[in-house]
């Protein structure tokens, strides 16, 4: 059963411009959630992660996200792009004992 | 302190051929983990380990066996190599479990002809 939706598979953004990228979950009454960034032949790097509490979770980078209950979401955002944020963007939940992880999204920004 | 290690970076198999992806960390982690990535699919959790002993299956696991042996290494075997194992494999390791930052090494790059 598909636990993680990202239903952008490309997004391109102009640097400076703001960014929001999305992600659907469909696992858990209070679902652990987590995005990871991963550069050009690199491995993943975590950005931030929600267990509880407040809602709006600060990450590293300039990054946040918001989990919404009521939309099972929980979109990454950062106010201004940088070109250094060209990368692809994975969101994950914890299902059992198990990480799963989204298609992910591939962040071009434009000059 | 060298992180999350992976051994080869490259890999060529031929059909039917056997090998084993080497894996270790140096962090005293317990929660170890081997994904594969492909193109649109993201990454899928092929094994994973909660501790020296203890392995269990993810959402991949046919054709590849892991053990666990000590806290440190988690090597993925491969036993007849198929075209469709043709992917990048990344280990991950994390302090607990699953629920903790999951530390990604650089990954291996396998080919299946």
């Known amino acids: 059963a598909q636990s993680v939706t990202q239903p952008d598979i490309h997004i391109t953004v102009s640097e400076g411009a703001s960014l929001e990228l999305r992600c659907n979950y469909s696992y858990g009454a209070t679902p652990y959630l987590f995005w990871y960034v991963q550069s050009p032949g690199q491995g993943l790097q975590l950005l931030l992660k929600y267990f509880s509490g407040d809602t709006l979770v600060q990450g590293i980078k300039g990054f946040e996200a918001e989990f919404k209950r009521s939309q099972s979401s929980f979109n990454l955002r950062k106010p201004s792009v940088h070109w250094s944020d060209a990368a692809e963007y994975f969101c994950?939940?914890?299902?059992?004992?198990?990480?799963?992880f989204g298609a992910g999204t591939i962040l071009r920004v434009k000059s | 302190n060298a992180g999350v290690t992976q051994t080869p970076k490259f890999q060529v198999l031929k059909t039917g051929q056997s090998m084993t992806l080497q894996c270790a960390q140096d962090m005293n982690h317990e929660y170890m983990s081997w994904y594969r990535q492909d193109p649109g699919m993201g990454l899928r959790l092929i094994h994973y380990s909660v501790g020296a002993g203890i392995t269990d299956q993810g959402e991949v696991p046919n054709g590849y066996n892991v053990s666990r042996s000590t806290t440190e290494d988690f090597p993925l075997r491969l036993l007849s190599a198929a075209p469709s194992q043709t992917s990048v494999y990344f280990c991950?390791?994390?302090?607990?479990?699953?629920?903790?930052?999951?530390?990604f090494g650089p990954g291996t790059r396998l080919t299946v002809t």
């Open positions: 994950a939940v914890v299902r059992g004992n198990k990480l799963v």
């Open positions: 991950a390791s994390s302090h607990r479990d699953r629920g903790d930052e999951q530390y």
